[in-house]
T-cell receptor, first 114, second 113 residues
């Protein structure tokens, strides 16, 4: 059974029209992440939550926002999508322990901007 | 800082060939090391991991050994299949308190029958 679920899998929007992508998890992990992955590139971390503590990467544009209303859900809001925001958006979770463990990824949400 | 250097792709091999994808790292602290695989249009799946020096991670015929002395974590498979065609990412995560996963650039592998 899928443990990190992203919706929608495919999202088409118009230039400047706000978009929200969602992520839910059944793992009860305390850390949740949003990554942006453009074609043929490695994933790039946008931000992450440790519980409710929000951590923004220094180079994440203000156009990207996130919400985590509870342990299970996390949302990525793109306020005014530009053509350069077309990408795969990956949600991931992990648990903070003494030994650094793996991240668990969802299937991704592919965003197309027209 | 932390970084991962991964063998440039793309790599094309014939079915049943031996595979090596090189990965080296630099890290502050004592990292855990990972190989992730990404099939077309999908998210990342953990392929294998190692959390301390000399550990060998293995899964689906793939292996990688955590070599602290050479700061390496090379991925190997003795006989590749067409179904192994994917993009492979080497990654690290350092000690407690740093949540980030640092990725290499990825290596696209294509296996031809």
């Amino acid at each position: 059974d899928a443990m990190v679920i992203q919706n929608p899998r495919y999202q088409v929007t118009q230039f400047g029209k706000p978009v929200t992508l969602s992520c839910s998890q059944t793992l009860n992990h305390n850390v949740m992440y949003w990554y942006q992955q453009k074609s043929s590139q490695a994933p790039k971390l946008l931000f992450h939550y440790y519980d409710k503590d929000f951590n923004n990467e220094a180079d994440t544009p203000d156009n990207f926002q996130s919400r985590r209303p509870n342990t299970s859900f996390c949302f990525l809001d793109i306020r005014s999508p530009g053509l350069g925001d077309a990408a795969m958006y990956l949600c991931a979770t992990s648990v903070r322990t003494g030994v650094p463990g793996e991240l668990f990824f969802g299937e991704g949400s592919r965003l197309t901007v027209l | 800082g932390n970084s991962v250097t991964q063998m440039e792709g793309p790599v094309t091999l014939s079915e049943e060939a031996f595979l090596t994808i090189n990965c080296t790292y630099t890290a502050t602290g004592y990292p855990s090391l990972f190989w992730y695989v990404q099939y077309p249009g999908e998210g990342l799946q953990l392929l294998l991991k190692a959390t301390k020096a000399d550990d060998k991670g293995s899964n689906k015929g793939f292996e990688a050994t955590y070599r602290k002395e050479t700061t390496s974590f090379h991925l190997e498979k003795g006989s590749v299949q067409v179904s192994d065609s994917a993009v492979y990412f080497c990654a690290l995560r350092v000690n407690f308190g740093n949540e980030k996963l640092t990725f290499g650039t990825g290596t696209r592998l294509t296996i031809i029958p």
